[in-house]
């Protein structure tokens, strides 16, 4: 290992310590920091961050890069030679950004996100909107900075999933689209009269059992992770060796919060199983929005709303929740797939999540493509609900503050949840393929061979390799919303016993 190589490593490391301060503040204002004590977190936060900015932006970084870059670059392995060109790159953008510029946009995230959890708790949109003002226009300066020669809102679809741009998205949302509204049309024709045996009391504690119980049916690693609670679910790491996923437990429902832990553990299993030697490093963790969701959904979705997930374990599951010990597993499976229009977006079922998605990006579209006024998002957000969804939200709560990504100033984040449907379809297909048929594994209890399946075709990646090629590697084929379709019609064809 050459010099060079080796001070890049112990800066990185020096780095990597102001990030995990930062993470653990974050995790704690999330779960459990009480309300008086959040200015003080939000104030260390804003001053870790920006001392780990400051050391991104270093000139001696830079020429650690440079060298690394240039004369060393063939002696490198892969795996490095990848890191240093996209250290490089990033180190290149975060110059141009101004340090004060950075520090305000970090302070106004924490700002930003105490008053959506206000705002949401009050539901009153006005709480929220100076701060969601002032943190899009932040967001379009540092955009400007860092990608001067983009279309801001493609800037921002291609922070969450590289390669990605509105024009692509558009094309394959609207071949979704137009298969899934008349699809959704003639199931919600089907009567579906509402099951009073899934409402209850559930105590959060029996809950968090239940949860405990699915992650490790799954494969979350207890030796690498922790759970919490919070308002909006969540996954964050530290490193592959120690990751944090959140639930939010509704009492007079317990199918919410089961759906939530297989989904955020579907993105816990990815963070564990990155190759620990990308650990610290751009190449670690995965930055890539779709391919991440599309994991985190496949358990939620693929696996986790198919009948056969549950037969080795919901036996187990009737004895933690009471009341369900009179619910057979037909009838739950029934509920899990129920399709109805319906006001949240991660209580959806999985086709008309579809819509809630389209929406959201079309909101973003108006945000920044067509400057629409904060002021406004509310009744445009209202009227495209009950043009895609045929509801109109009672309150702010249950419509435009439902979600916590543009709190945090995620935006272009959305789209990834739809594009990691549309992967999963795909993958579906090559599970398939190569362990064979997935009613049959899950019905045997071998899940977990799924999950070795991901790890090494997906999770051990990280982010060393972009959507379009980790498709093509896995998939042989490029990016189609096909599979996901077929997968639709089959499924629900079956299901509600009609042609679609």
Not at 212 to 219: A, D, M, P, Q
Not at 365 to 384: G, M, Q, S, T, Y
Request: proline share 4%.
């Amino acid at each position: 290992m050459s010099e060079k190589l080796k001070e890049l490593k112990q800066y990185i490391e020096n780095m990597n310590r102001y990030h995990h301060v930062v993470t653990l503040l974050q995790w704690d204002m999330y779960t459990t920091v009480p309300k008086e004590g959040y200015d003080r977190h939000a104030d260390a936060v804003a001053y870790f961050s920006t001392q780990q900015f400051q050391m991104s932006v270093d000139s001696k970084l830079g020429e650690l890069l440079e060298v690394l870059n240039g004369e060393e670059y063939n002696s490198l392995e892969d795996d490095w030679k990848f890191i240093v060109k996209r250290m490089k790159r990033d180190f290149e953008k975060n110059q141009k950004i101004p340090a004060k510029l950075y520090e305000e946009y970090v302070r106004a995230l924490s700002e930003s996100q105490r008053a959506w959890e206000e705002a949401k708790n009050a539901s009153d949109f006005n709480i929220f909107a100076p701060h969601l003002k002032k943190l899009i226009g932040l967001v379009e300066e540092v955009t400007g900075y860092t990608d001067p020669e983009k279309e801001i809102y493609d800037a921002l679809l291609n922070q969450y999933e590289e390669g990605m741009d509105s024009a692509t998205i558009d094309r394959i949302f609207e071949e979704l689209k137009q298969e899934l509204i008349p699809m959704i049309q003639k199931i919600i024709a089907v009567k579906q009269p509402a099951n009073p045996k899934f409402q209850g009391d559930f105590d959060p504690d029996i809950q968090e059992k239940v949860q405990k119980l699915l992650l490790e049916y799954i494969g979350f690693r207890w030796s690498r992770g922790a759970v919490g609670r919070t308002e909006h679910p969540f996954t964050l790491n530290f490193t592959s060796k120690d990751v944090r996923v959140t639930n939010h437990y509704h009492k007079e429902n317990a199918i919410s919060a089961m759906f939530s832990a297989i989904h955020e553990g579907g993105h816990g299993i990815f963070e564990q199983n990155v190759k620990e030697e990308f650990d610290g490093t751009v190449a670690g963790s995965c930055g890539y929005m779709g391919i991440h969701e599309s994991q985190s959904r496949f358990y939620e979705n693929i696996m986790g709303r198919n009948r056969n997930f549950w037969v080795p374990i919901y036996e187990e599951i009737q004895k933690l929740l009471p009341g369900y010990e009179n619910i057979s597993l037909e009838e739950f499976y029934h509920e899990i797939n129920r399709v109805e229009n319906s006001l949240i977006r991660v209580e959806a079922d999985e086709l008309t999540y579809c819509q809630h998605i389209i929406l959201r990006y079309e909101m973003e579209k108006a945000i920044f493509r067509d400057h629409l006024p904060v002021e406004e998002l509310p009744a445009l957000w209202n009227k495209k609900m009950q043009e895609y969804l045929q509801i109109t939200p009672p309150n702010d709560a249950a419509g435009i503050l439902q979600d916590m990504h543009w709190s945090g100033g995620s935006f272009g984040y959305f789209p990834s949840y739809l594009l990691g449907s549309i992967y999963d379809g795909m993958l579906l297909e090559q599970v398939e393929k190569e362990l064979g048929d997935l009613d049959l594994i899950l019905k045997e209890g071998r899940i977990l061979e799924v999950t070795k399946w991901l790890n090494e075709k997906i999770h051990v990646y990280g982010s060393s390799r972009l959507p379009k090629d980790t498709i093509w590697e896995v998939c042989g084929k490029e990016v189609s919303a096909k599979p996901l379709i077929r997968y639709f019609k089959e499924k629900y064809s079956s299901l509600y016993g009609i042609e679609l």
